[in-house]
């Protein structure tokens, strides 16, 4: 239970390149991919996780070498976080910035192309907010966490009480 088949130092080495390398690949998946998943994503996620297990670990299942996995993840983690906001080239890296869907009620097609988002997503947002026409928003922003903000234009009243009451009965 608490005797490594490996060295620890090993242990510490694979889980550290193995969180680059998933994170990169998820960074690289954008903005949707993390905010929003779908159940195939969850799917994905789940078998790399699995996937990632062994190559962390080097075969040694033993409890200890599980702790020095966790504590690994954590830490890297930390750290990471703590250099990307010192140095810039990082900082663009493992950030994000939110992307204009929505300018004045025009869409912005090569963002939606870009960050992979739908006219349906973007519509059902602009739903959810309680806003009728695309042409009623002052803007829509595809936020870093992968939800999409609608900010409606002044004095556009949304529909919200009265859809949910249509939508009752």
Request: glycine share 14%; aromatic share 6%; proline share 3%.
């Given at each position: 239970m608490f005797t490594l088949s490996v060295p620890w130092w090993e242990i510490v080495i694979r889980t550290a390149v193995v969180y680059v390398v998933v994170f990169l690949l998820l960074r690289l998946s954008g903005k949707r991919e993390l905010g929003q998943m779908t159940p195939f994503e969850l799917v994905v996620l789940l078998v790399i996780a699995?996937?990632?297990?062994?190559?962390?670990?080097?075969?040694?299942?033993?409890?200890?070498?599980?702790?020095?996995?966790a504590v690994t993840l954590v830490v890297t983690n930390l750290v990471f976080q703590r250099v990307a906001h010192r140095v810039?080239?990082?900082?663009?890296?493992?950030?994000?910035?939110p992307t204009l869907l929505v300018d004045d009620g025009k869409i912005i097609q090569h963002h939606m192309d870009r960050e992979d988002v739908s006219m349906d997503e973007l519509e059902m947002a602009i739903r959810e907010k309680g806003v009728e026409k695309v042409s009623d928003v002052k803007a829509a922003i595809l936020e870093v966490n992968g939800d999409i903000s609608v900010i409606p234009k002044e004095g556009v009243g949304t529909r919200r009480r009265r859809h949910l009451r249509q939508l009752r009965h």
């Open positions: 699995n996937a990632v297990q062994n190559a962390m670990n080097g075969g040694d299942n033993s409890l200890l070498g599980g702790v020095i996995a810039p080239f990082l900082e663009r890296i493992f950030s994000s910035e």
